[in-house]
């Protein structure tokens, strides 16, 4: 298993363009959490799947933000008509539901977003 | 999920041992403490966690006080390497919701 793919890595974009990032989990895992993280904070929670259902929505998605996980594997995340402050990198992270161990969670590298 | 508080910065000699607090008064009997850590540019990595026992793995140990309203991680010989944010987090064993990383404490391992 090679951990937590995300992808692209880095997107530039111009504002108003739609932008999607894609995540693939690890297999057995069926939590996925996608994250935003601007310079010098920490990672602020976006929204939770576990499977393909969308459990828990951050205040922080707005309209221009869906999210899916189609048969509950890899996951989309989509932007549509970006803006300067979408620019932060998305962080991808999954998990396996069962006691303790459901909160160690592995991250990807993230995707970075650029929007000139 | 327990609110923690953790120091914002702590700065460690190299080849010492670190140690991060953390406070979690709050904490519910149910409650778990887990610990992440985020170099730069990387995503979260995963360290440790803890009910009530201390733990000890590869990478760190976790003391948790008696009434476990803090904690302790360890990093018995830091590097420079371990140089990152520490993130202290608690929460119920197996809920997945409102998964939230705190401002963390930023180590920084001195030659």
């Known amino acids: 298993d090679t951990g937590v793919s995300q992808d692209p890595r880095h997107k530039i974009t111009k504002r108003g363009q739609n932008v999607t990032f894609r995540c693939d989990p690890i297999?057995?895992?069926?939590?996925l959490y996608w994250y935003r993280q601007t310079l010098g904070q920490g990672p602020e929670f976006l929204t939770y799947?576990?499977?393909?259902?969308?459990?828990?929505k951050s205040r922080l998605l707005s309209d221009r933000f869906s999210a899916e996980r189609p048969k509950g594997s890899f996951s989309t995340l989509e932007i549509q008509r970006t803006e300067q402050g979408d620019s932060a990198m998305y962080l991808c992270?999954?998990?396996?539901?069962?006691?303790?161990?459901?909160?160690?969670?592995?991250f990807g590298a993230g995707s970075r977003l650029t929007v000139l | 999920d327990a609110k923690t508080t953790q120091p914002p910065s702590m700065d460690c000699a190299e080849g010492r041992a670190a140690n991060l607090p953390c406070n979690h008064s709050?904490?519910?009997?149910?409650?778990?403490v887990y610990w992440y850590r985020q170099i730069h540019s990387q995503g979260p990595q995963y360290i440790i966690h803890?009910?009530?026992n201390n733990e000890t793995n590869e990478m760190a140990s976790l003391i948790i006080t008696e009434d476990r309203k803090s904690s302790t991680l360890i990093l018995p010989h830091a590097t420079l390497r371990d140089t990152a944010v520490y993130y202290c987090?608690?929460?119920?064993?197996?809920?997945?919701?409102?998964?939230?990383f705190g401002p963390g404490t930023r180590l920084s391992v001195l030659p």
């Open positions: 987090i608690v929460r119920v064993a197996n809920y997945g919701q409102n998964f939230v």
């Open positions: 799947f576990q499977n393909e259902a969308q459990l828990e």
């Open positions: 803890g009910l009530k």
């Open positions: 709050t904490i519910s009997g149910n409650e778990y």
């Open positions: 992270a999954s998990g396996i539901s069962g006691q303790a161990g459901a909160n160690v969670l592995t």
């Open positions: 297999s057995e895992h069926n939590r």
